[in-house]
């Protein structure tokens, strides 16, 4: 359930990223925005006037670093809770022993790693012992705070934003983890600053996995007669053959993704458009999703001005729902750069959403008579129909019947663009509209 937090054994066992993790404030390899001298968080560590407080970052970055740094530091009693198997029963169990302790003089920190697991009711089991300062709450999460911790205890927690690590704070991690007693500073390990260059830019701001790559390649490095090491980047790649995407199908960086995906093809960047979208699909995205988002994107941004992007964009959604990955990525790529390719409306975007807030606005406006359908005698008894033209009784195929509601009736919700086809809409619509002012003209002189 819940135990004192240890984040320091010794065992031979653990992988290299144990071993390293560190114990001061000073042994943290970046975060320099919060953690160097005279910065805010330093101060609040080493003054050991810890409130509650989220760290927020990507993973390998030193969350659970700091939260070990502030164990070590800090005369409070210190909790670690699971958000993954502890219940309501084990939290409030916790916070009991707390209040307690705090009626004594006793502070107590709760360490909540990856806090967005917890749900709604386990959070808010959480917040009275936060008002009252019975607890002080540490959360951790690759999540962003806004959408997955409460607005209530959100608001009583400082968030600190925790950054991916540069290439430069990776390759100085990778020098302390080879000189290290605790790494591999009892071996010689021979290695060049490029090899170590390559695995920090394959770590994509993770320690922990510039870390466990540096174990694995020294672990498959060639050794010599004299027990040296070699690690070449031959070995490296060996190692490295598929690299683990960080990316979670229900979280941010899922929407960070597409968003990067949907602006590019805005943008006219085919090159980047099919970069996003490998990124997505390598990564596990299930195809049928961003076929559905494309298909909403050749309406959305290029519509009549290339009609065609909506068939080519449907046929994509289809070869994806027969075919599957890896062979439906090929089809999703020439959607993708069509669409990337294609002239830009979004004259149909901009016409719903303008006629959707009209619509809820005038929730009530009832259909005028003449467009209504006049199936009953009654119903024509009380005028449904009267006064409908059927257009296709007419030379010109057009008619000047009103179809808006009286108090929208000059309301304007399409207004095309010149780009593509759409041009040809647009002088449609203008013809027809100079033929409505002119039946119009003729009324009044009537």
Known sequence: MNEQLTFFDKSVQQPLPARLRPKTIDEIVGQQHLLGENRILRR????????????????????????????????????????????????????????????FGEKTIVFVDEI???????????????ERGSIILIGATTENPSFEVNGALLSRCRVFVLKALTEEDLVQLLHRALEHPDGFGGEHVEIDE????MIAVFANGDARMALSTLEMAVLNGEMEADGQITVTKETVEQCTSRKSLLYDKDGEEHYNLISALHKSMRNSDPD?????????????????????????????????????????????????HMIGMPECSVHLTEAVVYLSLAPKSNSLYRAYETAKKDAMEHLSEPVPLQIRNGVTQLMREVGYGDGYQYAHDTDDKLTDMQCLPDSLKDRVYYEPTNQGIEQRCKERLEQIKAWKKQQEKKQKER
């Open 44 to 103: 609040i560590i080493e003054q050991d006037q810890v409130s509650s407080m989220i760290f927020w970052g990507p993973p390998g970055v030193g969350k659970t670093t700091l939260v070990g740094v502030i164990a070590n530091q800090t005369k409070a009693q210190f909790i670690n809770f699971s958000a993954v198997t502890s219940g309501i029963k084990d939290i409030r169990k916790v916070m009991q022993q707390a209040e307690t302790g705090r009626r």
């Open 116 to 130: 967005h697991r917890f749900n709604k009711a386990q959070q808010d089991a959480f917040l009275p012992f936060v």
């Open 194 to 197: 490029a090899v170590l260059r």
């Open 272 to 320: 980047a458009a099919v970069y996003w979208l490998a990124r997505m699909l390598e990564a596990g995205e299930d195809p049928l999703y961003i076929a559905r988002r494309v298909t909403r994107f050749a309406s959305e941004d290029v519509g009549l001005a290339d009609p065609r992007a909506l068939e080519l964009a449907v046929a994509a959604f289809q070869a994806c």
